[in-house]
């Protein structure tokens, strides 16, 4: 389904009945990619509205030519919340660029929010402390016939380079990779529009929010050693760092990252 917004349009899929959770995956991909792994979750627990969106310039989601920051993004996803459930509470799932937003709308709509998990999140830093690429797996044979966007793609993000990883990022990663807005992403909002224009968490020291936040210990993309505040800030927090996994811990660690968030939803 399309939700028209101020600044173009986006792309959903509900399913479920519930208390709505809004859900946000990273940049360059669309929603299946987050669909595929916690969909699976549900066939334990119930009383939940999954509302998958593909981000601005994202999957299906269409911009104008008026968005040209990360805060534009925000007001697009602002006016979808209050189009679909207005004057609801609602929790929060974000993985890498789709944690930074998940942590902007918190920001903006705290009294809203009931619960977030942050999914290996982008912060608001623009230094941040990253350990050194791995590969804790490779088999050469699986990559032969990639074509170079694919085969980069892949070897930037996994850690583990198998031929279940690859499985994966081709089902689940890659057909968002397709509809992504390249022009848009590529462009200087990388360089003058990426950071908000006002840091979450800047004016308070504590949020009441039940928090769970996930880090990959060999993620050379987000890092974990930034994230000690989150630990002060969530006081009510789970706070996982998993050893042996990348940036994309939701695929080469499943079934550790499906069982923290049922228990963090339950």
């Given at each position: 389904?399309?939700?028209?917004?101020?600044?173009?349009?986006?792309?959903?899929?509900?399913?479920?009945?519930?208390?709505?959770?809004?859900?946000?995956?990273?940049?360059?991909?669309?929603?299946?990619?987050?669909?595929?792994?916690?969909?699976?979750?549900?066939?334990?627990?119930?009383?939940?509205?999954?509302?998958?969106?593909?981000?601005?310039?994202?999957?299906?989601?269409?911009?104008?030519?008026?968005?040209?920051?990360?805060?534009?993004?925000?007001?697009?996803?602002?006016?979808?919340?209050?189009?679909?459930?207005?004057?609801?509470?609602?929790?929060?799932?974000?993985?890498?660029?789709?944690?930074?937003?998940?942590?902007?709308?918190?920001?903006?709509?705290?009294?809203?929010?009931?619960?977030?998990?942050?999914?290996?999140?982008?912060?608001?830093?623009?230094?941040?402390?990253?350990?050194?690429?791995?590969?804790?797996e490779k088999d050469e044979s699986i990559l032969g016939g990639?074509?170079?966007?694919?085969?980069?793609?892949?070897?930037?993000?996994?850690?583990?380079?198998?031929?279940?990883?690859?499985?994966?990022?081709?089902?689940?990663?890659?057909?968002?990779?397709?509809?992504?807005?390249?022009?848009?992403?590529?462009?200087?909002?990388?360089?003058?529009?990426?950071?908000?224009?006002?840091?979450?968490?800047?004016?308070?020291?504590?949020?009441?929010?039940?928090?769970?936040?996930?880090?990959?210990?060999?993620?050379?993309?987000?890092?974990?050693?930034?994230?000690?505040?989150?630990?002060?800030?969530?006081?009510?927090?789970?706070?996982?760092?998993?050893?042996?996994?990348?940036?994309?811990?939701?695929?080469?660690?499943?079934?550790?990252?499906?069982?923290?968030v049922e228990d963090w939803l339950a």
């Amino acid at each position: 389904m399309n939700c028209k917004v101020k600044m173009g349009s986006i792309f959903y899929e509900v399913v479920g009945e519930g208390k709505p959770l809004l859900i946000l995956h990273s940049m360059g991909t669309d929603h299946r990619s987050m669909k595929a792994w916690i969909e699976p979750i549900f066939k334990h627990i119930n009383g939940y509205q999954r509302i998958y969106i593909d981000l601005p310039a994202h999957g299906k989601s269409a911009i104008d030519e008026n968005v040209r920051s990360t805060d534009d993004m925000l007001v697009n996803i602002f006016d979808f919340i209050d189009t679909i459930i207005p004057n609801k509470t609602f929790s929060l799932i974000g993985f890498s660029f789709g944690g930074y937003l998940a942590q902007g709308i918190l920001h903006y709509r705290r009294n809203q929010i009931k619960s977030i998990c942050l999914l290996a999140s982008a912060l608001h830093l623009k230094e941040r402390t990253l350990p050194e690429k791995v590969v804790l797996e490779k088999d050469e044979s699986i990559l032969g016939g990639l074509d170079s966007d694919k085969k980069t793609a892949f070897e930037t993000l996994f850690v583990y380079q198998n031929k279940e990883s690859l499985d994966c990022f081709l089902r689940e990663i890659q057909p968002g990779r397709l509809l992504a807005n390249r022009d848009f992403l590529t462009s200087n909002w990388r360089e003058e529009g990426y950071f908000f224009s006002e840091e979450p968490f800047h004016d308070v020291s504590e949020l009441q929010q039940q928090a769970l936040i996930i880090l990959g210990k060999q993620d050379h993309i987000c890092g974990y050693k930034d994230y000690d505040f989150l630990l002060n800030t969530f006081p009510h927090s789970t706070f996982v760092i998993v050893d042996k996994t990348g940036h994309m811990l939701q695929i080469e660690k499943r079934k550790i990252i499906q069982q923290l968030v049922e228990d963090w939803l339950a």
